[in-house]
Structures are given as structure tokens and as C-alpha cells.
């Protein structure tokens, strides 16, 4: 059985070290990186099955890498590391193209649960879904994680992608918010809960060109994309 390739990259030489080292341990196959300016070239040579990093890096910030490496790896989980709490500032990972995150402190088998709770979920997405889903006037672009309307196209977030695809596997029936919340985040916590609110807002302004599609909060049940 091939190993798990890891992209590492984290600055800390401690922490890089000790995490590099166990993860090793554990069977995983583990490049570690510690200059942002590498990451780029490393992406491409090594083709990681799956990316953590780490956010608060110097010269380099990580949302800006993690958009970078979202643009050549479009499939790619990619879990960031923060010591960041505020919404905005996952949402902002997100955004860039995060598909999961850990707050330090964080302990390796979390670390290792979130990594192999990634790739399941990127292989049942690949299995199960339909490449090219038709919804009014747009189509959702699973594979290249697009939402395209005739007069645009917009670049989805890992957790934009899981949530539209709940939403669009279940069109006209109410998809119970917990649900959401457990598939996508793991839990239903009040903070997730209030970042996914955060981003259904952001998924009805991108359907808003179809007058035909709205998406109805249902309060204490969960939502409905509504097809006319």
C-alpha cells in the first residue's frame, strides 16, 4: 500500500520537527517546509495527497499560499493551522481554499484524524458525485470547484463546495442545519454554526442572477434550495 504523502509547512522548528517526526511514525510519507517561497515548487515536485499549514508564517503569509496552491491543486484538502480565533479569520482560510483547520494547541491524533477525515471526504466527492451538476442557469463544476452563471464564474472554497453539494443533492427538501454542520465541520458547535450562517449568506449573493433559486432559511429546521 502507497503511503499518504504530507505536505508540512510550519516555521517553528520544534513543532515541525516533532509532528514531522511522529506522523512518520504513524506510516505517513512527510516533506516538511519551512520557507513559504518553496511551497510553491514543492506542490508541483511532490504531489501531496493532502497539505497542513500553518498560517502565521513570515515573508509568506499562509492565506496567500493556500490561495496559490488551491489555483495548481484545485482538489487538494489542504488544512490550516491557526492560532487565529475570530470568524473572520477562518472564514478568510476558508475562503483562500482551506478545507478544514486546527487550533493550536492541537494534539497528533486529532491531526491525524482530520487528515484521514479529509481524504474520505475528497474520495467519496471524486466517487459519488456527478462532475457537471445543471442548476437553472448555472452549473456547478465539482471537479474544478466552480459555480458558473452566464456571466461569471466563481472559484469555490472547499466549504462552500460541501455545502452547495448538500444543498444541490437535495434540491426542493429541507436539509436539516445539524446535518450541515456535522458533515462539513464535524460538529454543530455555536461557533460553526454561526460561520456556516456566514456562508450561506455568501452562496445566496452568488445564485442571485436566477430569480428561480433561492435558498430559504427554515429557523430551528435547517434550509431549502428551492428550484422553480
Do not use: H
Not at 518553496?38 to 500553518?54: F, H, N
Not at 503569509?61 to 488544512?79: E, H, M, S, V
Not at 460538529?187 to 456562508?199: A, C, I, M
Request: charged share 25%.
Amino acid at each position: 500500500m502507497m503511503k499518504v504523502k504530507v505536505l508540512y509547512i510550519e516555521d517553528e522548528p520544534f513543532l515541525g520537527r516533532i509532528v514531522s517526526e511522529t506522523l512518520e511514525q504513524q506510516g505517513f510519507d512527510l516533506k516538511l517546509i519551512t520557507d513559504g517561497a518553496r511551497v510553491i515548487d514543492c506542490v508541483t515536485s511532490y504531489e501531496p495527497d493532502v497539505c497542513v499549514l500553518d498560517i502565521m508564517l513570515p515573508n509568506v503569509d499562509g492565506f496567500t499560499l493556500c490561495y496559490q496552491i488551491r489555483a495548481l491543486k484545485p482538489t487538494l484538502p489542504i488544512i490550516f493551522l491557526t492560532a487565529l480565533s475570530e470568524t473572520s479569520d477562518l472564514v478568510k482560510g476558508f475562503d483562500a481554499g482551506g478545507t478544514d483547520y486546527i487550533k493550536k494547541p492541537f494534539s497528533i491524533e486529532e491531526l491525524i484524524a482530520r487528515i484521514n477525515n479529509q481524504l474520505n471526504l475528497l474520495s467519496n466527492r471524486l466517487n459519488n458525485n456527478t462532475e457537471i451538476q445543471s442548476l437553472g442557469r448555472y452549473k456547478l463544476n465539482r471537479a474544478r470547484y466552480q459555480l458558473i452563471s452566464p456571466t461569471t464564474t466563481s472559484k469555490l472554497s472547499g466549504r462552500e463546495m460541501e455545502i452547495i453539494s448538500l444543498l444541490a443533492n437535495n434540491i426542493n427538501r429541507i436539509v436539516d442545519r445539524k446535518d450541515i454542520l456535522t458533515k462539513v465541520w464535524g460538529d454543530d458547535s455555536f461557533f460553526n454554526s454561526r460561520t456556516l450562517d456566514v456562508y450561506v449568506r455568501k452562496l445566496r449573493a452568488m445564485f442571485s442572477e436566477d430569480p428561480d433559486i433561492e435558498i430559504v432559511t427554515l429557523k430551528g429546521k435547517g434550509y431549502l434550495f428551492m428550484l422553480k
